[in-house]
């Protein structure tokens, strides 16, 4: 195993070895050792590490040498087709052609002209390489998972809150799209967006003065209400957020309550310590960042899941919970996926369905819906920062419906378009503080 500064002194016995295993940021590290060798099999597990064709790790990848080439992931596409052809250039280089040929040929005909044949060319030419066994095909002993859209509803301040930082920031994005254009606007967008759902979590994430006199927070309400309940039931927690400064707030109401916990985030020095209490029986509750933990660990321990804010990705909320719903869980999981109701959380619940619907459309005989588009336009922007409570839906399917036919509006060109995985990439440190 390469691991630690003492991997060094390993390098020179590699050939003296029939398995090597090391990390995705290690490999990075020694690729100039590794890329010497001629391995006779690559076996990349939690291969969506190596999404982003353009990052040092998916490039280092493509450098090892390998007779045969394996890569194993749960979600092969996660935002965008872009992702898909990453990988397939790992596993078989130049199978798809060059990426920009790709992008003209497949991508941009099906994720913005909803093009049904390129998609069925594409699957049919991914369909030869690609093993997809779902849960349901290797854990049939798994217990049912039931999956709950709280709607909370905002309190008079807090709601206030809101509206005032949904003008402001409906009047700054109007301005940077008539001044740059939606392509260059970005920061601006996703900058209001963040806000907008940092006051949808906790009027304390808003760095705003008239934030700090407001005292309610819906969200966390609910939260303190029902978890009592639940530990009361013997039931066992795992609560992710985006924003680790959430988390800390949700700590402190649970100091002040009496209740145990152990978190997770990107600034946790002893991961494998703050896993075990909670593994152990130490703690009845996990707090998580979702970029964090939200792949990679096994915490069948749990049997219950709080999405504390939704992520535009489906996929990543789906992995987070998974870390609950695997083999090994004996009990029934209870999903509660927690919405500020009638805000742009709605809205994102229900832009969540193109993610899934193209993603669905690739892999399986699914077929793309032509008025569905995976990018955000001008047209997306209005509906996102529609006043509180606008044109709220009155359930699950209605607001889908409503996401739907917003979608079917004519779309604009390419220029005035932002691709929603590309725009997460470009703002990972922003939605994981709030920056």
Not at 64 to 91: C, K, Y
Not at 185 to 213: F, G
Not at 232 to 257: H, W, Y
Request: glycine fraction near 6%; aromatic fraction near 4%; charge should be negative.
């Amino acid at each position: 195993m390469l691991h630690g500064s003492a991997r060094h002194e390993l390098h020179d016995r590699i050939a003296a070895h029939d398995v090597v295993l090391t990390t995705y940021p290690l490999m990075q590290r020694d690729i100039e050792i590794l890329a010497k060798t001629t391995w006779h099999a690559l076996v990349l597990d939690e291969a969506q590490m190596l999404k982003n064709a353009h990052t040092l790790t998916a490039q280092a990848a493509r450098r090892l040498q390998a007779s045969h080439r394996l890569a194993l992931t749960g979600t092969p596409m996660e935002n965008h087709l872009g992702e898909l052809w990453s990988l397939f250039d790992v596993v078989l280089p130049g199978y798809l052609g060059r990426e920009s040929r790709f992008t003209s040929l497949f991508r941009n005909p099906i994720e913005r002209q909803g093009d049904g044949r390129r998609l069925a060319l594409l699957r049919r030419r991914l369909a030869p390489f690609m093993l997809r066994r779902d849960k349901s095909m290797v854990a049939t002993e798994l217990p049912p998972k039931i999956e709950q859209l709280v709607r909370v509803q905002l309190d008079e301040g807090q709601a206030n809150l809101y509206e005032t930082i949904r003008a402001s920031a409906e009047s700054t994005v109007r301005e940077a799209l008539a001044e740059k254009g939606l392509a260059r606007s970005h920061i601006t967008v996703l900058d209001a967006l963040l806000k907008l759902r940092q006051a949808c979590c906790d009027p304390r994430l808003v760095k705003l003065q008239q934030a700090r006199l407001i005292q309610e927070s819906a969200k966390l309400g609910w939260l303190m209400e029902n978890l009592p309940q639940m530990l009361e039931e013997g039931r066992r927690v795992l609560l992710f957020s985006q924003f680790t400064s959430m988390l800390d707030l949700i700590g402190r109401s649970l100091d002040d309550a009496g209740i145990t916990w152990t978190t997770l985030t990107g600034q946790t020095r002893d991961r494998e310590a703050a896993i075990a209490r909670f593994t152990s029986g130490q703690v009845p509750v996990f707090l998580i960042s979702l970029k964090a933990g939200g792949t990679g660990l096994n915490l069948p321990q749990a049997d219950t899941v709080i999405h504390y804010d939704p992520w535009w990705n489906p996929a990543a909320e789906a992995q987070a919970t998974d870390r609950a719903h695997r083999m090994g869980q004996t009990q029934t999981v209870f999903v509660y996926k927690l919405v500020a109701e009638g805000t742009v959380e709605e809205r994102i619940v229900a832009m969540q369905s193109h993610k899934a619907e193209l993603a669905r459309g690739v892999q399986a005989a699914g077929r793309l819906d032509e008025e569905r588009r995976t990018s955000l336009s001008e047209n997306d922007l209005d509906w996102l920062l529609q006043p509180l409570g606008a044109a709220a839906a009155a359930d699950d399917e209605a607001l889908v419906r409503e996401a739907q036919a917003h979608a079917i509006a004519p779309r604009p060109s390419s220029s005035h378009l932002l691709e929603i995985g590309e725009a997460e990439s470009l703002t990972e440190a922003l939605a994981e503080e709030g920056v």
